[in-house]
């Protein structure tokens, strides 16, 4: 399993996009709208992984309500899988807890799914299937 990207939750891509790219280089592309997640993201490449900056299109949404609580900073980490819907099956089957049960739609066609920060000592993790 490799680390897929680290996520930052932050207020304003429009601002946030230079400050990440004068250290890491340019962002892959415009920011993409997130609907099933209430998120704009941009990526920009870290070496081997990528740096997932989210700004949320809805005060509500996870990452809205994460910035309201503790300010911009690490959301994060996502790790590749083979397969979403297993390895959150395994989780549940090992007694924790998840945010997703089933994967869904994420950035870039892939598919997504969360467990829950208590499963893995107060880190959000994200699972990520590519296509």
Request: hydrophobic share 40%; glycine share 12%; net charge negative.
């Amino acid at each position: 399993m490799k680390v897929d990207h680290i996520g930052v939750a932050v207020r304003r891509l429009s601002e946030a996009v230079p400050r990440w790219a004068a250290l890491l280089g340019p962002a892959h592309g415009p920011p993409e709208t997130v609907p099933s997640q209430g998120v704009r993201v941009a990526f920009l490449e870290a070496g081997d992984s990528e740096v997932e900056l989210l700004e949320p299109t809805d005060a509500g949404s996870s990452v809205g309500r994460f910035l309201e609580h503790r300010g911009e900073g690490l959301h994060h980490v996502a790790f590749e899988v083979e397969n979403v819907n297993r390895t959150l099956a395994d989780l549940v089957a090992r007694g924790e807890k998840v945010v997703d049960r089933m994967g869904r739609p994420g950035a870039r066609g892939r598919i997504v799914g969360f467990a829950h920060p208590s499963a893995f000592g107060g880190v959000l993790v994200e699972f990520v299937e590519r296509p």
